[in-house]
Every structure is written in structure tokens, then in C-alpha cells.
């Protein structure tokens, strides 16, 4: 048996399905980042433990989580509000906890959109992790994500889990996406300064995670990313086959990139108001990225 963990954040109209798929286990922790809807009342209505943290970024509130609240398991999954873990991905999980070779496993998404599987134009298999060893993997932030750090070896599961990314309406996917793209602007300024590409894992890497990383920090670089965006997802990886519902995703896909690109031209070129009068403008790039940091506002776990 292993825990799961289930991150929140003005998830009431999801977190009851999220629980329920969860109630295989007979441990279940919500980690609620102080919502303000429904979310906790309705998941305390499980027999299940709440707690709740304020929310600094997505790499914080994993680590806060994994040493502030102690697990019944040794192993766990980290599951969130507009995701479902199946019966057949806990059975796998069941099966590869058993190996003491392992300290996680990565899971892939099948991204549900316009009431479809979106197969081709999400990369799929996209992984992440999701199982592991508890003690032995933590999280620091990438952009408005994360990354894990893992002390030993880790491997993959064949199941999938379904991922209702837009299950709270378009609306909520603008706003929320708004927010990630400042985060991104800001990763994205930072490698085109100090980062770099790493061709071997490009074209060499080992699994889907290394070479997608190298893809992404190589796709920082290149001209027109929006246009390329699209025409990457939607022809090469064959989003035209996904339907109505391909389309529309390359489109927010292509329009999330552009928002990223004007933001980074902002941070670039918009007078930033002085924190400190006595410290002198002499590195604007890093004074811009001070400012987005202090301006950040709770971002949405899910």
C-alpha cells in the first residue's frame, strides 16, 4: 500500500471526483493551498486528512509538504485536484513499490480537453513523477512548475492517468495560464543569460523527460516560437488528427507562448520601480527579475 498526496487550490468543483478516485488507499492527505471555495469543507468530508499552507511556488509547497506531514507509507503518489488515479495505475503502483531498485517512477498524463483524449499534440507520453520513496525525492522550481531531485534511480509505469486540464472552464485556464507565463518569462530571461543547451540529451538522452528538457530550453532560443509552436504541435505531432479539439488546443498552446514572449519583453524594457534607493540599477535584468518575484501572486496547484 502507499499514500497519496492531493494538492489544492479552489478545486470545489473537482476534488470530490479526485478523492473518490483516490479512496484505494487507506491513506489520503489533501494539501490545500488556503482556498477560498469549497475545497477544504467538502474534502473534510472524507475520511481522509486536510491541512492546509499558504502557497510560495509549486517546488516549496511539495517539499513543505513531504517533510511537514508524515505519511503512513513508505512509498507515495502525488496526485492533483483535476486528476484521477485509475484502478489499473494503482495496481501498477501496487506492483512496482515491491522493488528496492527504485526510488520513483514517472507517470504519463493523457490531457483530457473538449471532452476528448488530446493524444497527439501533448507529446504523448509526457511523463512525470508521481510514485516514489518518501525522503528520497524532492522538488525545486523551474519556471512555473517544478523539477524533481531524486537520490537514487527511477523508472516508468506503462499506465496512464487522465488529466481534466480545462475541467473548470476556459476562463479559468486564461487566468491561470496569465499567471504561469509571468513565472515563465522570468525562467526564460534567466536561460537566455545564463543557461544553455544541452545537445547530448537532445539528441541522445535516455528517456522522454531528458530529451523533452533539452527540446524546451532549445525552443527558448528560437525565433517565431508561437507560430513554431503551433506548427510543431498541430502538423509534426500530428494535432490535426485530435479534431475540433486539437486545433483549439495548439491555438491556446501558440497563444500561451506569445504571452510568455511579451512578458520577457517587459521585464527587458519597462522602468522597475527601486526597492532599495541605495542599491544602484547597475544589472536591470536582475533588478526586473527581483520585481516580477515581489509582484508574484498565489499561483493555482492544479
Not at 468543483?13 to 477560498?36: H, R
Not at 535516455?206 to 528560437?222: C, G, H, M, P, T
Request: glycine fraction near 4%.
Amino acid at each position: 500500500m502507499f499514500s497519496i498526496y492531493i494538492l489544492t487550490y479552489n478545486e470545489e468543483l473537482d476534488i470530490a471526483a479526485c478523492i473518490e478516485s483516490a479512496m484505494l488507499s487507506d491513506d489520503i492527505i489533501v494539501v490545500d493551498s488556503c482556498s477560498s471555495d469549497r475545497t477544504v469543507e467538502i474534502a473534510k468530508g472524507y475520511p481522509i486528512r486536510v491541512f492546509q499552507h499558504p502557497f510560495e511556488s509549486h517546488g516549496r509547497q511539495r517539499t513543505w509538504m513531504l517533510e511537514s506531514i508524515t505519511p503512513k507509507h513508505e512509498w507515495v503518489y502525488i496526485l492533483e485536484a483535476d486528476e484521477r488515479i485509475t484502478p489499473e495505475l494503482f495496481a501498477e503502483c501496487e506492483k512496482a513499490i515491491q522493488n528496492p531498485d527504485y526510488t520513483g517512477y514517472y507517470v504519463a498524463e493523457r490531457v483530457m480537453f473538449m471532452n476528448r483524449w488530446i493524444r497527439h499534440s501533448t507529446q504523448y507520453p509526457r511523463y512525470q513523477l508521481r510514485l516514489l520513496r518518501h525522503g528520497q525525492v524532492w522538488f525545486t522550481d523551474y519556471g512555473h512548475t517544478e523539477r524533481e531531485v531524486c537520490s537514487g534511480a527511477t523508472s516508468f509505469l506503462k499506465e496512464t492517468y487522465p488529466h481534466y486540464t480545462c475541467s473548470k472552464g476556459l476562463s479559468r485556464w486564461i487566468e491561470k495560464h496569465n499567471r504561469y507565463s509571468t513565472d515563465e518569462a522570468a525562467e526564460t530571461l534567466y536561460q537566455l543569460q545564463q543557461g544553455s543547451v544541452n545537445w547530448r540529451d537532445l539528441f541522445f538522452g535516455k528517456s522522454e523527460v531528458e530529451r523533452r528538457r533539452a527540446l524546451k530550453d532549445l525552443s527558448l532560443r528560437l525565433p517565431a516560437r508561437p507560430l513554431l509552436r503551433f506548427f510543431y504541435m498541430y502538423f509534426l505531432l500530428g494535432g490535426c488528427l485530435d479534431g475540433r479539439a486539437g486545433i483549439a488546443w495548439c491555438t491556446l498552446q501558440a497563444f500561451y507562448e506569445y504571452l510568455i514572449l511579451l512578458k520577457v519583453w517587459e521585464m527587458k524594457h519597462l522602468p522597475v520601480p527601486r526597492i532599495d534607493a541605495t542599491v544602484p540599477l547597475t544589472d536591470q535584468s536582475t533588478q526586473q527579475l527581483q520585481h516580477v518575484a515581489s509582484e508574484s501572486t498565489q499561483a493555482d496547484v492544479a
